[in-house]
């Protein structure tokens, strides 16, 4: 199989490529000093709204969304390689508004949201101006099986009551998160698969409650954030539901599908700088008369890194 990248793929690679270098890599220090000396580690640093500014005055936002209304018009296939650049730092998605769960939300919007949904909580997101969360995951079932879920969305006459306890709802620390999709059983009895609807909640709707912060081997991942989210019989104008009742296993896996390819379209980012960097390291560190550049035992390492990431890379493509 071959995949080679198209012009206007090879054009945004290159641009990509000297925006990261010219702006990404170099503020890489300062968004994590700002954090350090924020008032709170979930205030958004000043420079990420900066960089985010400059990408989007250089046309690189939004990449991520095939939808030509909306976004870059590209596959997933040629949104691959620039979203492997984007991976080589962990602030720089969110620089080009391609960060997950944001992402994944504003497909699901474009894909099966109305036009006043999409005008209240799309465009935002669009613009960047806001952020959103996933509340799928919940602490008392193996939410992996998403038929497993027990919070509930009641319709009672014009609206919907949603009660549940979430968890690993990222996003939800971010100070411009404004809505969560909020995933939950309607109807108990239908058919295993048609249970689940997804539902539009703001963050600031009487009932919800965010209960802590979560930490990832203890990264509190600020200010960004993993949150527990109590659902407490949110009530909510039955237009908030998604597409409709009982499709909300059917939302999740269109969402989920290309959201976990970008995942990996990311990690191979992250593998290619941190290879870099040992390559880097093994020249100047010395050992027993030689480099590490010059021993041979490294030298394998570094041959199946590399081996190890073109694999990945193809599996991905």
């Avoid at 590209?74 to 720089?92: K, Q, V």
């Avoid at 669009?126 to 969305?153: K, Y």
């Avoid at 191979?268 to 560190?285: D, H, N, P, T, Y």
């Amino acid at each position: 199989m071959h995949f080679d990248y198209s012009a206007k793929v090879k054009s945004l690679q290159r641009s990509l490529l000297e925006f990261m270098d010219e702006v990404v890599y170099p503020n890489e220090k300062t968004y994590e000093e700002q954090l350090q000396q924020a008032d709170s580690r979930w205030t958004v640093p000043p420079v990420m709204e900066d960089m985010k500014l400059q990408a989007k005055q250089a046309g690189l936002w939004n990449l991520f969304l095939p939808d030509r209304e909306y976004g870059a018009g590209l596959t997933n296939l040629e949104y691959a390689p620039l979203c492997e650049i984007m991976g080589r730092s962990l602030i720089a998605p969110e620089v080009f508004n391609c960060s997950a769960p944001d992402t994944g939300n504003m497909e699901v919007l474009v894909r099966y949201g109305t036009r006043e949904q999409k005008d209240q909580w799309l465009l935002p997101l669009l613009e960047g101006s806001i952020r959103s969360c996933f509340s799928m995951t919940e602490p008392d079932v193996a939410s992996s099986d998403a038929t497993n879920i027990e919070a509930t969305i009641k319709r009672e006459g014009d609206e919907y009551v949603v009660t549940g306890r979430k968890w690993w709802s990222s996003g939800a620390g971010d100070p411009r998160c404004k809505v969560a999709i909020v995933m939950g059983k309607t109807d108990p009895d239908a058919p295993r698969h048609e249970q689940q609807s997804m539902i539009l909640v703001p963050l600031d709707a009487p009932g919800v409650r965010v209960r802590r912060m979560l930490p990832v081997f203890g990264y509190d991942h600020a200010p960004h954030g993993h949150a527990e989210i109590e659902y407490d019989h949110v009530r909510l104008p039955a237009d908030s539901i998604l597409w409709e009742a009982g499709k909300g296993f059917a939302i999740a896996q269109g969402r989920l599908g290309p959201g976990r390819i970008h995942h990996c379209m990311r990690l191979i980012g992250a593998a290619e700088r941190a290879l870099e960097q040992l390559c880097k390291r093994v020249r100047k560190r010395t050992a027993f008369g030689k480099t590490l550049a010059q021993q041979g035992a490294v030298q394998d390492w570094i041959a199946g890194s590399r081996i190890e990431i073109e694999q990945a890379r193809l599996l991905t493509l």
